[in-house]
Structures are given as structure tokens and as C-alpha cells.
Nanobody, 125 residues
């Protein structure tokens, strides 16, 4: 089965960068729709980026131009480069996957994803 393990979260100052890593086991990343979601304290979980097998990506307006989702060639890791971080980017970040090689790029729905990591905390002050 698909297993996801996130890492790379931490506490940073406004304007700094972080790179989150999601290690995928049990399936080839290049055959999955992958996404990053975040959940701030007291708020609903929101989708921030997706990448599908074609390499096509989509981002939430709030992170467009600052964050980049990518995957490695060996098919086992997805990265989330976050630049110019703001306090409103704080939250628990989750890596998500679904066993289809395309994503529904017009929407960010948690229900589209069957597999989730445990989350990694990002705090920006």
C-alpha cells in the first residue's frame, strides 16, 4: 500500500525558506497524483499544490510564485520548496497521494486523496 512520510518542517522568520520532503513507499510516485495540504490552527484543511504524472502542477493563489512542488527521477520523493514565507503560511503540512496518474487540477479537495502522511509543522513568525 502507499505510505507517506513528511519531514522538513520547522520554525523560521518571515521571508525565509523551507523545503518539505515526502518520501513515498509502496508505489511509484510517477504513477500517483500528489498534493500538499495545510491546516492552520482553528481552520479547515486547504490544498496548496498538486503534481501529476505528466509533471503538470497547480498551486493555490495564496502560494503561487512562492512555492514549488516537484518530484525526483527515482520515483520515491516529492518536494515542496517554500520561499518568502509569511506568518499566514504557518500550519501542519500534509503530503497526500492518490493512485491515479492525473490530478483534478481545477480543485483542491481532500476527498480526492486516499493516502496521507502524518504531517510536519511549519511555523513562521
Amino acid at each position: 500500500d502507499v505510505q507517506l512520510v513528511e519531514s522538513g518542517g520547522g520554525s523560521v522568520q518571515t521571508g525565509e525558506s523551507l523545503t518539505l520532503t515526502c518520501v513515498v513507499s509502496g508505489y511509484d510516485v510517477k504513477l500517483l497524483c500528489m498534493g500538499w495540504f495545510r491546516e492552520a490552527s482553528g481552520k479547515k484543511r486547504e490544498g496548496v499544490a498538486q503534481i501529476e504524472s505528466t509533471g503538470r502542477t497547480v498551486y493555490a493563489d495564496s502560494v503561487q510564485g512562492r512555492f514549488t512542488i516537484s518530484q525526483n527521477n527515482s520515483g520515491d520523493t516529492v518536494y515542496f520548496q517554500m520561499n518568502s514565507l509569511k506568518p499566514e503560511d504557518s500550519g501542519l503540512y500534509y503530503c497526500a497521494a492518490d493512485r491515479r496518474d492525473y490530478c483534478s487540477l481545477a480543485r483542491f479537495w481532500s476527498s480526492d486523496y486516499a493516502y496521507w502522511g502524518q504531517g510536519t509543522q511549519v511555523t513562521v513568525s
